[in-house]
């Protein structure tokens, strides 16, 4: 098939992108570390991090080979999927951890050149840590491309033919989102675990216990819980919005590929659209990351201010690009499109500042749960969850409107079911996913930049820079705590619509398992047709799926379980770790002399242990069971039973996701409006409250909330790989 030459802006893109990330890492290295004790602190959380994620990388990469001979197995044994799929897994898993790692060690070198940079002013410590988390902006978006380019041009070189090549090849290509799914997963639940279980240890005995300061050297905690800012905040999450990214593009592609089956070059161009507009927000993101910059002594509104004006204008301009791209593609309903995809950028600026609104200590939300802390740590807690509940309404509204406007956009705004309609108004909820991630270089950047910004108020305390470069690098600090939420909050909403849109891909890839066994099916007129002559609403007819069915009941009901058995599940590993924490640091402090005084050096490296050895054995149950469970009730539901699950987990998982992110957020802010004076200040009654809270919430925010986000993912994308073996099975 002869690919359009507009195809080659996404390997230029792509290298564009990871030339910027080198270039930015560059000047980053080239700021000064500043002083000889800061270097040192540095270092250690530096090799603390590194040596963390060589050891989950040695676990990671021994499930991988298990699963990938599995796959070889049922590829080349039993012909139960496409032979591609083995090799596709590998290379998604080894792109998403590849930009976790580098998202990793840029943010362990960054710390201490912010802090350093904040003892001049406080614009100077924004632009090293804005423009370090844009080195893992770009180097996500950049592997993504890459990695979607290259498996395009090899799997069109060998497919040659009539309009079922471009499903193939589309529907095969969803397949290394597996991999980068799985891998994204246990960096996840194992970063989440790592950082949780220090960040508890190190608040509740050294914050609450012992009465010093976050980050004090004296805290034997404090080094583990900087390591654990940055594999679980910045690998851990590079890795997410990897797969979030890579899916998106994906999920869109095969439905371009579906809904445009007979329309002959039309079908290219649709597959390739969503490929452009992610590229072009390269190129925008880029523009965007240049226009960030603050002045002396802003407020945390000037601040926000800031970041808002980097991603504000290039969600514009990206919208104004995105006409001129399908234009200029002339897909049919190149306007509609359009539209669908600003519906998901507008969906993504909604969730975000409904996110800011309520995890920000700027609004009411916020300053209630500190004002809670007058009277204990329960009002607290009970404030904060009835926040985190609240907060769920306006995104589940935006995401259920965003995907009537997208779906009746692409499709003209008809309202009939047929074939056709469905078809593209699919395509359209697919690629309005893909609008609310073609900024992700700089929206990802402004994610990346919290733990940094965390890491760097670290170092400054422990290193004793003074009261003014602290106040800086806390405001810092503080932004970041609302940027990390909103982050939060873009990738659950991007996840409920790719997660859409690869229910829809199940679907195909289903049709093409059924095709390939020779299978036959009975459509709504009653012929007997093949496989790949099948509409959705055929399919669906066939396999009964619907709501009198009850294997489709009984999924939804073991979707929505699954999230919930997911969360207790990490929640109870960060409980386990953080437990060996504290009663470690509380050993060290009775067992150590001088430590409190000053004049004894506390084993910054047992602490660490701890958190590695926690990590690694708790996030393996939990992450195979995500896998597990697809496949199980493919096994013994069937189609029918899959899609519940999908749906039930979607739905429950996505609301569950935000009320923990926003929970968290909202009690990690309150302790720090408190931090800064107000309802009487650190070390006061409220303020031991807030720290409870946090603590609470740290788990909430930091592994359990965000790691739902993939949950929902991996399983569509474990449905969608495993559709033949259930296809046999059924």
Not at 285 to 307: C, N, P, Q
Not at 496 to 510: G, K
């Amino acid at each position: 098939m002869i690919i359009p030459s507009a195809f080659w802006l996404v390997p230029v893109a792509s290298v564009v992108a990871l030339a910027m990330a080198w270039m930015f890492f560059r000047s980053m290295m080239g700021a000064d570390e500043g002083t000889p004790r800061m270097r040192e602190i540095a270092g250690h959380v530096r090799r603390g991090a590194m040596a963390y994620l060589k050891q989950q990388y040695k676990v990671v990469c021994i499930v991988f080979v298990v699963l990938a001979i599995i796959f070889s197995i049922m590829a080349y044994v039993l012909h139960w999927q496409n032979p591609w799929v083995p090799f596709a897994f590998l290379t998604g898993g080894f792109f998403s951890g590849l930009a976790g790692f580098f998202g990793m060690k840029t943010a362990t070198y960054a710390s201490a050149r912010t802090a350093n940079a904040a003892r001049k002013s406080m614009d100077a410590g924004l632009k090293i840590a804005f423009r370090s988390g844009a080195v893992m902006g770009l180097t996500v978006v950049g592997l993504g491309l890459l990695d979607i380019a290259i498996w395009f041009l090899v799997l069109n070189s060998f497919y040659e033919g009539d309009h079922m090549a471009l499903i193939t090849i589309t529907t095969t290509m969803l397949t290394f989102g597996m991999g980068a799914s799985t891998q994204a997963l246990f960096a996840r639940v194992g970063g989440g675990i790592y950082t949780k279980a220090a960040d508890v240890g190190a608040d509740i005995v050294g914050k609450v216990e012992a009465d010093i300061p976050e980050d004090d050297p004296r805290n034997p905690a404090t080094i583990a819980d900087n390591v654990g800012d940055n594999v679980g905040d910045v690998a851990g999450m590079g890795a997410d919005l990897y797969e979030s990214y890579c899916g998106s593009i994906l999920s869109t592609a095969a439905l371009g590929a579906t809904a445009f089956a007979m329309s002959g070059e039309m079908q290219m161009k649709a597959v390739i659209a969503p490929m452009l507009i992610a590229a072009v927000g390269v190129f925008l993101s880029i523009f965007g990351i240049y226009l960030v910059r603050t002045k002396e002594g802003a407020t945390m509104r000037d601040l926000l201010r800031s970041l808002a004006v980097g991603t504000n204008i290039s969600a514009v301009l990206i919208a104004a690009a995105t006409f001129g791209i399908l234009y200029l593609l002339q897909i049919d309903g190149w306007l509609g499109l359009s539209f669908s995809v600003i519906t998901g950028l507008c969906a993504g600026v909604i969730i975000g500042q409904a996110t800011e609104y309520y995890t920000s200590h700027s609004y009411k939300p916020t300053q209630k749960i500190s004002e809670a802390g007058l009277t204990g740590s329960a009002t607290v807690i009970i404030k904060g969850i009835g926040t985190g509940m609240i907060s769920t309404c306006i995104p589940v509204v935006t995401i259920g409107v965003a995907i009537l406007l997208s779906y009746l956009f692409a499709n003209g705004f008809n309202l009939e079911m047929n074939a056709e309609a469905l078809s593209k108004g699919l395509y359209g909820i697919g690629i309005a996913a893909v609008g609310m991630l073609s900024t992700l270089g700089i929206t990802l950047a402004t994610d990346a930049y919290g733990p940094i910004a965390d890491n760097a108020g670290g170092n400054a305390e422990m290193c004793e820079l003074g009261e003014e470069v602290r106040h800086r690098t806390d405001a810092l600090d503080a932004l970041g705590n609302t940027t990390a939420a909103t982050g939060k909050g873009f990738a659950i909403g991007s996840a409920a619509l790719t997660a859409l849109a690869l229910l829809a891909s199940y679907i195909e890839e289903v049709k093409i398992a059924m095709e390939r066994t020779g299978t036959t099916l009975t459509n709504l007129k009653g012929e007997v047709i093949n496989a790949a002559q099948a509409t959705i609403p055929d399919f669906m007819n066939y396999f009964q799926v619907t709501l009198m069915n009850p294997k489709v009941l009984v999924g939804a009901f073991i979707g929505g379980m699954a999230a919930f058995l997911f969360c207790g599940l990490t929640m109870e590993a960060v409980g386990r770790a953080a437990q060996k924490m504290v009663e470690e640091v509380r050993r060290q402090f009775r067992e150590i002399k001088g430590i409190l005084e000053g004049t004894g050096t506390p084993d910054y490296g047992s602490c660490v242990e701890i958190s590695t050895r926690a990590a690694q054995h708790e996030m393996i149950f939990p992450s195979l069971l995500a896998i597990a469970i697809p496949i199980v009730v493919g096994c013994v539901l069937g189609v029918a039973g899959v899609l519940g699950l999908l749906v039930g987990g979607l739905t429950c998982g996505f609301t569950l996701a935000v009320f923990m992110a926003n929970a968290g957020g909202a009690w990690d802010n309150a302790k720090k409006m408190v931090e800064e004076g107000n309802f009487g200040g650190k070390g006061s009654f409220a303020h031991k409250a807030t720290i409870v809270g946090d603590t609470v919430g740290d788990p909430f925010k930091d592994t359990s909330g965000p790691s739902l986000n993939i949950l929902i993912k991996l399983m569509s994308m474990v449905s969608i790989v495993r559709a033949g073996l259930t296809v046999a099975f059924s």
